[in-house]
């Protein structure tokens, strides 16, 4: 069965950017029709879907994020990244990645902090 | 942005209970919503999809319903691994956009 692990720096430096990784276990990033995603969640707060990327390349942002995010596919690692620009301590967040627009599975999630 | 408004956002019970929770749109999204159960300190975990259907490995006391603007959640009989945060999630349209959450918690 298809697993996604997170992986990154777990501390971030105001107006730094952020670049986290999924890596995608139990099948590919390229087959079927599959959306790949990337979510936060504030501490203590709700969940906040930040993008996708389609199997084909094609990309789909949160207009309120759109400016700062990138999302790309790396098919031969069976991976997708995130790049947010311009961080600042309101990024603070746990970060997961998930397949699909019904999200399935998730990876387990990686908490990131924006701070001096 | 489709809005997505979750009630209760905190709802107290007790083993063996029937709760149900309420997620409204704030337009049409036909069937095309999800929930999640969500326990400290792990990732949300799918119970339903396209409102209505249980997702693989799902307890049968999870039930969804609902269509266009109004859904539900409902657990049948309440067991002690529900005690959990439940969300809302439509993917009618980008962005797609969860409820608050509903806490439910031990009476």
């Known amino acids: 069965q298809v697993q996604l692990q997170e992986s990154g720096p777990r501390l971030v430096r105001p107006s730094e950017s952020l670049s986290l990784t999924c890596t995608v276990s139990?099948?590919?990033?390229?087959?079927?029709?599959?959306?790949w995603n990337w979510i936060r969640q504030p501490p203590g707060k709700g969940l906040q879907w930040i993008g996708y990327i389609f199997q084909s390349g094609g990309t789909t942002y949160n207009p309120s994020l759109k400016s700062r995010v990138t999302i790309s596919l790396d098919t031969s690692k069976r991976q997708f990244s995130l790049k947010m620009t311009s961080m600042t301590p309101a990024d603070t967040a746990v970060y997961y990645c998930a397949r699909g627009l019904r999200f399935a599975p998730w990876g387990q999630g990686t908490l990131v902090t924006v701070s001096s | 942005d489709i809005q997505m408004t979750q009630s209760p956002s905190t709802l107290s019970a007790s083993v063996g209970d029937r709760v149900t929770i309420t997620c409204r749109a704030s337009?049409?999204?036909?069937?095309?919503l999800a929930w999640y159960q969500q326990k400290p300190g792990r990732a949300p975990n799918l119970l339903i999809y396209q409102a209505s259907n249980l997702e693989s490995g799902v307890p049968s006391r999870f039930s969804g319903s609902g269509s266009g603007t109004e859904f539900t959640l409902t657990i049948s009989r309440l067991q002690p691994d529900d005690f959990a945060t439940y969300y809302c999630?439509?993917?009618?349209?980008?962005?797609?956009?969860f409820g608050g959450g509903t806490k439910v918690e031990i009476k």
């Open positions: 999630q439509q993917y009618d349209s980008s962005p797609l956009t």
């Open positions: 337009q049409s999204i036909v069937t095309w």
């Open positions: 139990g099948g590919s990033v390229s087959s079927g029709s599959d959306y």
